[in-house]
Protein backbone atom coordinates (compact mmCIF):
# COMPACT_ATOMS: atom_id res chain seq x y z
CA UNK A 1 0.00 0.00 0.00
CA UNK A 2 1.29 3.49 -0.61
CA UNK A 3 2.07 5.80 2.38
CA UNK A 4 -0.84 8.01 3.37
CA UNK A 5 -0.15 11.99 2.17
CA UNK A 6 -0.44 14.71 4.06
CA UNK A 7 -4.39 16.11 5.14
CA UNK A 8 -5.58 19.81 4.48
CA UNK A 9 -8.36 20.81 7.19
CA UNK A 10 -10.86 22.99 6.03
CA UNK A 11 -13.34 24.61 8.84
CA UNK A 12 -16.53 22.87 9.75
CA UNK A 13 -18.58 26.04 8.91
CA UNK A 14 -16.72 26.00 5.56
CA UNK A 15 -17.49 22.17 4.75
CA UNK A 16 -20.46 22.26 5.61
CA UNK A 17 -21.60 25.61 3.30
CA UNK A 18 -19.64 23.43 0.52
CA UNK A 19 -21.78 19.89 0.90
CA UNK A 20 -25.17 22.55 1.06
CA UNK A 21 -24.03 24.19 -2.26
CA UNK A 22 -23.34 20.45 -3.64
CA UNK A 23 -26.53 19.04 -2.06
CA UNK A 24 -28.49 21.81 -3.81
CA UNK A 25 -26.45 21.55 -7.37
CA UNK A 26 -27.39 17.91 -7.82
CA UNK A 27 -31.25 18.97 -7.05
CA UNK A 28 -31.93 18.38 -3.14
CA UNK A 29 -34.12 21.45 -2.06
CA UNK A 30 -32.40 23.88 0.55
CA UNK A 31 -34.32 22.80 3.31
CA UNK A 32 -33.10 19.33 3.18
CA UNK A 33 -29.88 20.28 1.74
CA UNK A 34 -28.97 21.68 5.49
CA UNK A 35 -30.74 18.60 6.76
CA UNK A 36 -27.84 16.31 4.75
CA UNK A 37 -25.19 18.21 5.32
CA UNK A 38 -25.91 19.01 8.92
CA UNK A 39 -26.19 14.69 9.30
CA UNK A 40 -22.59 14.59 7.67
CA UNK A 41 -20.51 17.54 9.19
CA UNK A 42 -21.83 15.96 12.24
CA UNK A 43 -19.89 12.50 11.54
CA UNK A 44 -16.56 14.77 10.96
CA UNK A 45 -16.92 17.18 13.77
CA UNK A 46 -17.57 13.19 15.94
CA UNK A 47 -14.50 12.24 14.36
CA UNK A 48 -16.51 9.38 12.15
CA UNK A 49 -14.24 9.74 9.10
CA UNK A 50 -16.44 7.57 7.35
CA UNK A 51 -20.00 8.83 7.31
CA UNK A 52 -18.74 12.35 6.57
CA UNK A 53 -17.95 14.41 3.81
CA UNK A 54 -15.78 10.61 2.58
CA UNK A 55 -19.44 9.20 1.64
CA UNK A 56 -20.55 12.75 -0.05
CA UNK A 57 -19.71 11.45 -3.44
CA UNK A 58 -19.73 7.76 -3.95
CA UNK A 59 -23.34 7.02 -1.96
CA UNK A 60 -25.36 10.27 -2.33
CA UNK A 61 -23.99 12.62 -5.38
CA UNK A 62 -22.89 9.30 -7.33
CA UNK A 63 -26.12 7.41 -7.02
CA UNK A 64 -28.16 10.95 -7.62
CA UNK A 65 -26.64 12.14 -10.75
CA UNK A 66 -24.51 9.47 -12.41
CA UNK A 67 -26.35 5.50 -11.32
CA UNK A 68 -29.72 7.67 -11.28
CA UNK A 69 -31.36 5.16 -8.38
CA UNK A 70 -31.55 7.64 -5.97
CA UNK A 71 -34.33 10.70 -6.04
CA UNK A 72 -32.91 14.23 -4.46
CA UNK A 73 -36.40 15.28 -3.65
CA UNK A 74 -37.88 13.44 -0.78
CA UNK A 75 -41.68 12.59 -1.33
CA UNK A 76 -42.71 11.37 2.37
CA UNK A 77 -45.84 9.23 2.63
CA UNK A 78 -47.20 8.51 6.06
CA UNK A 79 -48.19 4.97 5.30
CA UNK A 80 -50.03 4.14 8.63
CA UNK A 81 -50.45 5.89 11.88
CA UNK A 82 -51.73 4.86 14.94
CA UNK A 83 -51.37 6.50 18.28
CA UNK A 84 -47.56 5.41 19.29
CA UNK A 85 -46.13 4.31 15.84
CA UNK A 86 -46.06 5.11 12.42
CA UNK A 87 -45.36 3.94 8.89
CA UNK A 88 -43.73 6.19 6.76
CA UNK A 89 -42.30 5.36 2.74
CA UNK A 90 -39.58 7.42 1.68
CA UNK A 91 -39.74 6.59 -2.25
CA UNK A 92 -36.49 6.60 -2.70
CA UNK A 93 -35.12 10.17 -1.73
CA UNK A 94 -32.69 11.41 0.66
CA UNK A 95 -32.38 9.21 3.55
CA UNK A 96 -31.46 11.74 6.15
CA UNK A 97 -34.28 13.58 5.03
CA UNK A 98 -36.89 11.23 5.67
CA UNK A 99 -35.09 9.92 9.09
CA UNK A 100 -34.88 13.03 10.48
CA UNK A 101 -38.88 13.11 9.95
CA UNK A 102 -39.16 9.70 11.09
CA UNK A 103 -37.41 10.56 14.68
CA UNK A 104 -39.27 13.88 15.09
CA UNK A 105 -42.22 12.17 15.15
CA UNK A 106 -41.11 9.29 17.23
CA UNK A 107 -40.14 12.27 19.77
CA UNK A 108 -43.63 13.86 19.00
CA UNK A 109 -45.93 10.43 19.86
CA UNK A 110 -43.43 9.79 22.92
CA UNK A 111 -44.37 13.22 24.54
CA UNK A 112 -48.01 12.14 23.96
CA UNK A 113 -47.63 8.46 24.90
CA UNK A 114 -44.40 8.11 26.54
CA UNK A 115 -43.41 6.18 23.93
CA UNK A 116 -43.12 6.40 20.07
CA UNK A 117 -42.19 4.30 17.48
CA UNK A 118 -41.86 4.93 13.54
CA UNK A 119 -40.43 2.82 10.86
CA UNK A 120 -39.55 4.01 6.95
CA UNK A 121 -39.31 1.42 3.98
CA UNK A 122 -38.06 2.57 0.83
CA UNK A 123 -35.45 4.88 2.12
CA UNK A 124 -31.75 5.40 1.17
CA UNK A 125 -28.05 5.53 3.63
CA UNK A 126 -29.07 7.45 5.91
CA UNK A 127 -25.65 8.54 7.50
CA UNK A 128 -24.60 7.93 11.13
CA UNK A 129 -27.15 6.25 13.31
CA UNK A 130 -26.36 8.67 16.39
CA UNK A 131 -27.47 11.43 14.97
CA UNK A 132 -31.11 10.48 15.25
CA UNK A 133 -30.75 9.51 18.67
CA UNK A 134 -28.90 12.45 19.66
CA UNK A 135 -31.91 14.41 18.73
CA UNK A 136 -33.58 12.57 21.08
CA UNK A 137 -31.38 13.22 23.66
CA UNK A 138 -31.76 16.74 23.08
CA UNK A 139 -35.80 16.49 24.03
CA UNK A 140 -34.84 14.91 26.99
CA UNK A 141 -36.04 10.99 25.42
CA UNK A 142 -33.91 8.37 24.93
CA UNK A 143 -33.44 7.60 21.49
CA UNK A 144 -33.20 3.89 19.36
CA UNK A 145 -32.65 3.32 16.35
CA UNK A 146 -31.69 0.57 13.28
CA UNK A 147 -31.33 0.18 9.94
CA UNK A 148 -30.78 -2.60 7.21
CA UNK A 149 -27.87 -1.88 4.35
CA UNK A 150 -27.02 -3.70 1.48
CA UNK A 151 -25.61 -7.42 2.39
CA UNK A 152 -21.76 -7.66 3.42
CA UNK A 153 -21.97 -9.74 6.89
CA UNK A 154 -21.68 -13.53 7.28
CA UNK A 155 -23.72 -15.70 9.77
CA UNK A 156 -21.96 -17.34 12.49
CA UNK A 157 -20.27 -20.58 10.38
CA UNK A 158 -20.92 -19.12 6.83
CA UNK A 159 -18.77 -16.79 4.21
CA UNK A 160 -21.69 -15.82 2.31
CA UNK A 161 -22.29 -11.70 2.89
CA UNK A 162 -26.03 -12.02 3.91
CA UNK A 163 -27.06 -8.91 6.22
CA UNK A 164 -25.89 -5.89 6.66
CA UNK A 165 -23.55 -3.84 8.92
CA UNK A 166 -27.05 -3.40 10.52
CA UNK A 167 -25.95 -0.43 13.50
CA UNK A 168 -27.98 -0.65 16.69
CA UNK A 169 -27.46 2.13 18.10
CA UNK A 170 -28.90 3.77 21.28
CA UNK A 171 -28.86 7.84 23.04
CA UNK A 172 -29.14 8.59 26.81
CA UNK A 173 -29.01 12.33 28.22
CA UNK A 174 -26.69 12.75 31.09
CA UNK A 175 -25.67 15.54 33.42
CA UNK A 176 -22.43 15.75 31.28
CA UNK A 177 -21.15 17.63 28.52
CA UNK A 178 -22.41 14.98 25.77
CA UNK A 179 -24.55 11.68 26.26
CA UNK A 180 -23.92 8.23 26.08
CA UNK A 181 -24.28 6.88 22.44
CA UNK A 182 -23.13 3.31 20.99
CA UNK A 183 -22.69 4.83 17.38
CA UNK A 184 -21.65 1.58 15.77
CA UNK A 185 -22.48 -1.95 13.22
CA UNK A 186 -23.01 -4.88 14.16
CA UNK A 187 -20.41 -6.16 12.46
CA UNK A 188 -16.58 -5.62 13.48
CA UNK A 189 -15.58 -3.62 10.37
CA UNK A 190 -17.76 -1.73 7.92
CA UNK A 191 -18.10 -0.56 4.71
CA UNK A 192 -17.79 2.80 5.73
CA UNK A 193 -14.39 2.19 7.45
CA UNK A 194 -13.01 0.13 4.61
CA UNK A 195 -13.59 2.91 2.25
CA UNK A 196 -11.81 5.66 4.85
CA UNK A 197 -8.56 2.89 4.40
CA UNK A 198 -8.58 3.02 1.19
CA UNK A 199 -8.29 6.93 0.40
CA UNK A 200 -5.59 6.75 3.05
CA UNK A 201 -3.86 3.81 1.66
CA UNK A 202 -4.19 1.69 4.85
CA UNK A 203 -4.38 -1.86 5.41
CA UNK A 204 -6.83 -3.24 6.68
CA UNK A 205 -6.78 -5.20 9.67
CA UNK A 206 -6.78 -9.28 9.01
CA UNK A 207 -9.21 -11.35 10.78
CA UNK A 208 -12.08 -9.07 9.83
CA UNK A 209 -13.40 -9.92 6.24
CA UNK A 210 -13.79 -13.83 5.35
CA UNK A 211 -13.07 -14.80 1.84
CA UNK A 212 -15.39 -17.62 0.43
CA UNK A 213 -12.57 -20.02 1.45
CA UNK A 214 -12.67 -18.82 4.98
CA UNK A 215 -9.07 -17.15 4.36
CA UNK A 216 -9.04 -13.55 5.71
CA UNK A 217 -8.71 -10.62 2.83
CA UNK A 218 -6.65 -6.52 4.31
CA UNK A 219 -5.95 -4.40 0.57
CA UNK A 220 -9.46 -2.43 0.71
CA UNK A 221 -9.73 -2.04 -2.65
CA UNK A 222 -10.32 -5.89 -3.31
CA UNK A 223 -12.34 -5.57 -0.43
CA UNK A 224 -14.39 -3.34 -1.51
CA UNK A 225 -14.48 -5.31 -4.95
CA UNK A 226 -15.42 -8.69 -3.33
CA UNK A 227 -18.03 -6.99 -1.30
CA UNK A 228 -20.00 -6.26 -4.41
CA UNK A 229 -19.22 -9.82 -6.01
CA UNK A 230 -20.03 -11.48 -3.09
CA UNK A 231 -17.28 -13.58 -2.80
CA UNK A 232 -16.40 -12.05 0.70
CA UNK A 233 -18.15 -10.76 3.45
CA UNK A 234 -17.43 -8.89 6.31
CA UNK A 235 -16.98 -10.47 9.99
CA UNK A 236 -19.88 -9.91 13.13
CA UNK A 237 -19.04 -8.90 16.47
CA UNK A 238 -17.26 -11.57 18.15
CA UNK A 239 -15.84 -13.00 15.24
CA UNK A 240 -16.62 -15.73 13.09
CA UNK A 241 -16.85 -18.60 15.64
CA UNK A 242 -19.22 -19.08 18.28
CA UNK A 243 -16.32 -19.23 21.23
CA UNK A 244 -15.41 -15.23 20.63
CA UNK A 245 -19.28 -14.49 20.62
CA UNK A 246 -19.79 -14.10 16.79
CA UNK A 247 -23.05 -15.34 17.16
CA UNK A 248 -24.34 -12.44 19.48
CA UNK A 249 -22.83 -9.89 16.57
CA UNK A 250 -24.46 -12.06 14.20
CA UNK A 251 -27.60 -12.43 16.67
CA UNK A 252 -27.81 -8.78 16.81
CA UNK A 253 -27.40 -8.01 13.09
CA UNK A 254 -30.47 -10.15 12.68
CA UNK A 255 -32.79 -8.87 14.92
CA UNK A 256 -32.01 -5.28 12.82
CA UNK A 257 -33.12 -6.79 9.96
CA UNK A 258 -36.30 -7.72 11.35
CA UNK A 259 -37.17 -4.52 13.21
CA UNK A 260 -35.89 -2.54 9.55
CA UNK A 261 -38.00 -4.45 7.13
CA UNK A 262 -40.92 -6.74 8.54
CA UNK A 263 -42.47 -3.95 10.68
CA UNK A 264 -43.13 -2.35 7.19
CA UNK A 265 -43.50 -4.88 4.54
CA UNK A 266 -40.21 -3.96 3.14
CA UNK A 267 -36.91 -5.54 1.07
CA UNK A 268 -34.41 -7.53 2.82
CA UNK A 269 -30.91 -9.04 3.16
CA UNK A 270 -29.84 -10.11 -0.42
CA UNK A 271 -33.18 -7.61 -2.27
CA UNK A 272 -30.94 -4.75 -0.80
CA UNK A 273 -28.06 -5.48 -3.31
CA UNK A 274 -28.62 -2.50 -5.47
CA UNK A 275 -29.14 -4.67 -8.67
CA UNK A 276 -31.69 -6.55 -10.14
CA UNK A 277 -31.59 -10.34 -11.50
CA UNK A 278 -30.09 -8.74 -14.85
CA UNK A 279 -27.14 -6.76 -13.27
CA UNK A 280 -28.89 -3.43 -13.65
CA UNK A 281 -28.52 -0.71 -10.66
CA UNK A 282 -31.58 -0.19 -9.09
CA UNK A 283 -32.96 1.66 -5.60
CA UNK A 284 -31.39 0.29 -2.47
CA UNK A 285 -35.49 0.59 -0.75
CA UNK A 286 -33.98 0.33 2.64
CA UNK A 287 -35.55 0.00 6.49
CA UNK A 288 -35.24 2.33 9.38
CA UNK A 289 -36.52 1.43 12.40
CA UNK A 290 -36.91 4.82 14.81
CA UNK A 291 -37.85 4.53 18.80
CA UNK A 292 -38.06 7.75 20.95
CA UNK A 293 -38.37 7.01 25.55
CA UNK A 294 -40.07 10.09 27.20
CA UNK A 295 -37.86 10.00 30.05
CA UNK A 296 -40.17 12.17 31.70
CA UNK A 297 -42.91 9.56 31.52
CA UNK A 298 -40.92 7.35 33.84
CA UNK A 299 -39.06 9.37 36.57
CA UNK A 300 -37.94 12.85 36.69
CA UNK A 301 -35.59 13.79 34.18
CA UNK A 302 -32.86 15.44 35.99
CA UNK A 303 -32.81 12.70 38.26
CA UNK A 304 -32.63 10.07 35.10
CA UNK A 305 -29.47 12.18 33.79
CA UNK A 306 -27.41 12.10 37.31
CA UNK A 307 -27.68 8.40 37.65
CA UNK A 308 -26.58 7.70 34.16
CA UNK A 309 -23.73 9.83 34.50
CA UNK A 310 -22.67 8.47 37.95
CA UNK A 311 -23.09 5.52 36.10
CA UNK A 312 -20.51 6.56 33.45
CA UNK A 313 -18.31 8.39 35.51
CA UNK A 314 -17.84 5.12 37.85
CA UNK A 315 -16.81 3.14 34.75
CA UNK A 316 -14.21 5.71 33.45
CA UNK A 317 -12.90 5.92 37.11
CA UNK A 318 -12.44 1.94 37.56
CA UNK A 319 -9.35 0.35 37.53
CA UNK A 320 -7.31 0.39 34.81
CA UNK A 321 -5.18 -2.24 32.92
CA UNK A 322 -1.36 -1.55 33.22
CA UNK A 323 -0.46 0.75 31.06
CA UNK A 324 -3.59 2.16 29.49
CA UNK A 325 -3.93 5.88 30.17
CA UNK A 326 -7.57 5.85 30.55
CA UNK A 327 -10.95 3.98 30.00
CA UNK A 328 -13.64 5.57 28.23
CA UNK A 329 -17.22 5.07 27.65
CA UNK A 330 -19.55 5.51 24.88
CA UNK A 331 -19.51 9.03 23.22
CA UNK A 332 -16.93 10.92 24.73
CA UNK A 333 -13.95 10.33 22.38
CA UNK A 334 -16.70 12.26 19.85
CA UNK A 335 -17.29 14.53 22.37
CA UNK A 336 -13.17 14.97 22.32
CA UNK A 337 -12.88 14.78 18.65
CA UNK A 338 -15.29 17.53 18.45
CA UNK A 339 -13.62 19.72 20.84
CA UNK A 340 -10.48 19.48 18.62
CA UNK A 341 -11.93 19.82 15.53
CA UNK A 342 -13.97 22.64 16.42
CA UNK A 343 -10.54 24.55 16.64
CA UNK A 344 -8.73 22.55 13.59
CA UNK A 345 -11.15 22.01 11.05
CA UNK A 346 -12.29 18.49 9.34
CA UNK A 347 -8.83 16.40 8.14
CA UNK A 348 -9.27 16.15 3.83
CA UNK A 349 -6.69 13.77 2.72
CA UNK A 350 -5.70 13.40 -0.94
CA UNK A 351 -8.23 11.02 -2.59
CA UNK A 352 -10.94 13.54 -0.65
CA UNK A 353 -9.89 16.82 -2.34
CA UNK A 354 -10.00 14.69 -5.54
CA UNK A 355 -13.73 14.28 -4.76
CA UNK A 356 -14.38 17.67 -3.80
CA UNK A 357 -12.55 19.38 -6.64
CA UNK A 358 -14.47 16.73 -9.30
CA UNK A 359 -17.83 17.47 -7.38
CA UNK A 360 -16.92 21.35 -7.47
CA UNK A 361 -15.81 21.45 -10.98
CA UNK A 362 -19.00 19.51 -12.56
CA UNK A 363 -21.26 22.02 -10.79
CA UNK A 364 -19.57 24.98 -11.12
CA UNK A 365 -19.27 26.16 -7.96
CA UNK A 366 -16.60 28.33 -8.68
CA UNK A 367 -16.85 30.18 -5.34
CA UNK A 368 -14.88 27.96 -3.96
CA UNK A 369 -11.00 28.02 -4.50
CA UNK A 370 -8.85 25.34 -1.96
CA UNK A 371 -5.59 25.61 -0.69
CA UNK A 372 -4.52 22.09 -1.57
CA UNK A 373 -5.17 23.25 -5.39
Known amino acids: ?43 DKRGIDSHGIGRLKPIYYDRIVKQKIQQPVTKIEVVRDRLATAVIDGHHGMGMVVSTYCMNLAIKKAKKYGMGMVVARNSTHYGIAGYYTLMACQENAIGLTGTNARPSTAPTFGVEN ?15 EFAFTNDYATSIMQR ?10 KECPPGLIIDRQGGTMTDPHQILKALVEGTAALVPIGGI ?10 GYATVVEILSAALQQGAFMKQLSGFDPKGNRIPYSLGHFFMAIDIAAF ?3 ESFKKITGDILRSLRNS ?55
Not at 12 to 33: R, T, Y
Not at 162 to 176: A, S
Open 162 to 176: MLGTNPLVFGMPTDE
Open 192 to 201: GKIEQYAREG
Open 241 to 250: EEETGGHKGY
Open 299 to 301: TEV
Open 1 to 43: MQEPKMNYYLSCDDLEQFMIDVFQGIGVPEKDAKICADVLITA
Open 319 to 373: QKVPGAERIYTCGQKEYLAWLERKETGIPINEALQKDILAMRDELGLTQYQFEFE
